[in-house]
């Protein structure tokens, strides 16, 4: 009786390979929804929609600063290069219509001077870019 119940093990085959398949198939959407939330992925994305502009905000540079008992430290300063990508988006059948940056600070510290008067204040911050793109009709 009991082995009425067991399956063969081709039948355990083909169901782990059903397994595999489906597991594939979710990897592969999981990979493509990450992609969509990517600058490149946005952009095609917005292409595909028929969208005649597209914008986009990335983080140029960004500095921290601190600033200790008496001193002021310039920190650490990082920058990024997207002309790459920036490339890239207009490949796909965008056109860089305007740029525009900022500098948005995150935060602020302040110490008052050694044996004077007044502080010394360091402000951190990200220096991003505004990208407007024009889509490009064929």
């Not at 994305?45 to 921290?64: T, W």
Request: no cysteine; hydrophobic share 30%.
């Amino acid at each position: 009786m009991a082995g009425i119940f067991k399956k063969s093990e081709e039948e355990r085959n083909i169901e782990r390979a059903e397994r595999e398949k489906q597991d594939e198939i979710k990897a592969k959407e999981k990979a493509h929804q990450t992609w969509l939330q990517t600058p490149l992925g946005m952009a095609t994305q917005a292409k595909e929609s028929g969208n005649g502009f597209f914008e986009i905000e990335l983080e140029i540079g960004s500095s921290k600063r601190s600033v200790s008992f008496g001193t002021a430290d310039f920190g650490k300063n990082k920058k990024s290069d997207y002309t790459g990508l920036l490339s890239q988006i207009e490949e796909i059948g965008w056109h860089l219509e305007h740029v525009g940056y900022y500098f948005m600070i995150t935060g602020e510290t302040s110490r008052d001077k050694f044996l004077a008067s007044g502080q010394n204040t360091a402000v951190n911050g990200k220096t991003m870019g505004v990208y407007l793109f024009r889509n490009i009709k064929n």
